[in-house]
């Protein structure tokens, strides 16, 4: 973390049977407006043996995001977008592109000692994976 902008790397090397992969992300944190990117790759089973037998994947991506939020005393507003690009290699190989936005509140609402705290979410995306449109 230096100033308005974080970023985290974390990897894994495992032995020949085990995951081994890395992912970097990192946000933006000096506008209004957050920007983040995720990059990620990852493999597991590559030995000869589990190959041999069709189990071993191999799956990359990407993310890019954006967020905003506003805060009041006693509330909050969550807005984020983005885009995932993601490709996996196995037995069932595919490729996925996507969009998603989502919105949220949350917050309390006070009586005397007490309060009343709130949750509203709302999600929506829409991809294709391996030519085959969706949408949630």
Known sequence: ??????????????????????????????????????????????????????????????????????????????IDGGALLEQLKSNGSFDERSLFVGAGVDGAVPRGRWSIPYSVGIDAQQGATDGGSWTR
């Open 1 to 78: 973390v230096v100033g308005r902008l974080d970023t985290i790397a974390v990897g894994s090397f495992f032995g020949e049977r085990g995951p081994r992969g890395g992912a970097l992300a990192t946000t933006w944190r000096g506008w209004p407006v957050s920007l983040g990117a995720h990059l990620f790759s990852a493999k597991e089973g590559f030995s000869k043996s589990i190959e041999e037998k069709g189990a071993a994947t191999s799956e990359r991506g990407m993310e890019l995001r954006a967020a905003w939020d506003r805060r009041w005393r006693s509330a909050r507003l969550d």
